[in-house]
């Protein structure tokens, strides 16, 4: 189901586009974008649409919808959604300005994962307004050409913007959490960094801060975009690179001193990572 009040002043801008073979391969790529100046009777109800949708509003206020997630968006206020779901979005003010992309592209999914991590959708407030807004009306500006160079251009825009979503949204993170994550995340880290050699646990790690397994497993992942023990396997494997580069030890010997259980356990979690057995990468590096 579709339904479509496109209720704008004729001063608005949209522009759409046909992305070529080469433009799909790119991280990101543009199909729609635009500048309205929407009336308060404008909203576009969807079941489905095939890209990703990036909202940003410059004057006063939306309301969007994604499943049972209702997200305001004052001045200043940006949101990303996944068009592949059921959503909804209308003015609730006289007139609602907001600028606006649909895209999709290889990059898109990740970034979104990363920014949205429990899933639910959530509006983010953009500290430098006047900053974002340029380097969205310089996607908007752009996407009206459709050569090589302009569909990387449009890439490595989309690829700013997104990030700044995403770094916003990472902050706004740590202004909600009273209690100080950055400082136990860091705490855990150098932990592992001191002791990766000894067989260590998540209690381990977490014995000297007072929250709970769950709530910290969250915040290293969010933080370090893996879990605690996946940081100290990552930590185990790349000490175990620096010794089949630089010494004539065993793999044996390396597994023991990484802090690996036996050799067979090493050989599994280091091909895992990197597509080899250790004395195959020692090879390559000999």
């Known amino acids: 189901?579709?339904?479509?009040?496109?209720?704008?002043?004729?001063?608005?801008?949209?522009?759409?586009?046909?992305?070529?073979?080469?433009?799909?391969?790119?991280?990101?790529?543009?199909?729609?974008?635009?500048?309205?100046?929407?009336?308060?009777?404008?909203?576009?109800?969807?079941?489905?649409?095939?890209?990703?949708?990036?909202?940003?509003?410059?004057?006063?206020?939306?309301?969007?919808?994604?499943?049972?997630?209702?997200?305001?968006?004052?001045?200043?206020?940006?949101?990303?959604?996944?068009?592949?779901?059921?959503?909804?979005?209308?003015?609730?003010?006289?007139?609602?300005e907001f600028l606006w992309i649909h895209f999709s592209g290889s990059?898109?999914?990740?970034?979104?994962?990363?920014?949205?991590?429990?899933?639910a959708v959530r509006a983010v407030s953009m500290k430098h307004a006047e900053d974002f807004e340029d380097r969205i009306n310089s996607i908007i500006n752009e996407a009206r050409q459709n050569d090589i160079a302009a569909y990387i251009h449009l890439s490595s825009h989309m690829h700013s913007v997104f990030n700044a979503v995403c770094l916003a949204a990472l902050e706004n993170d740590k202004v909600s959490i009273k209690h100080n994550s950055a400082d136990d995340v860091r705490m855990v880290v150098e932990y592992i960094e001191k002791n990766y050699r000894s067989s260590i646990t998540i209690n381990d790690m977490i014995?000297?801060?007072?929250?709970?397994?769950?709530?910290?497993?969250?915040?290293?992942?969010?933080?370090?975009?893996?879990?605690?023990?996946?940081?100290?396997?990552?930590?185990?494997?790349?000490?175990?690179?620096?010794?089949?580069?630089?010494?004539?030890?065993?793999?044996?010997?390396?597994?023991?001193?990484?802090?690996?259980?036996?050799?067979?356990n090493f050989i599994t979690h280091f091909k895992k990572h990197t597509g080899q057995k250790p004395l195959q990468y020692r090879r390559d590096f000999s």
């Open 1 to 96: 189901m579709r339904k479509y009040e496109e209720s704008i002043s004729d001063n608005s801008l949209w522009i759409t586009a046909t992305p070529t073979p080469f433009a799909k391969t790119l991280p990101f790529y543009i199909s729609e974008t635009g500048h309205f100046m929407a009336h308060s009777d404008y909203k576009i109800q969807r079941d489905t649409h095939d890209s990703f949708l990036l909202i940003y509003t410059v004057s006063g206020q939306g309301s969007l919808q994604t499943g049972n997630n209702i997200v305001q968006l004052p001045k200043g206020y940006c949101v990303i959604i996944d068009c592949h779901m059921p959503h909804e979005y209308h003015s609730i003010s006289d007139k609602w």
């Open 107 to 119: 990059g898109t999914a990740p970034l979104f994962d990363i920014t949205y991590p429990s899933g």
């Open 207 to 264: 014995q000297h801060i007072h929250v709970s397994k769950y709530h910290f497993i969250r915040r290293f992942s969010r933080a370090m975009g893996i879990t605690p023990y996946s940081y100290l396997t990552n930590y185990r494997i790349n000490m175990s690179k620096m010794l089949l580069r630089s010494t004539n030890k065993t793999v044996s010997e390396i597994a023991e001193e990484c802090g690996f259980l036996d050799t067979s």
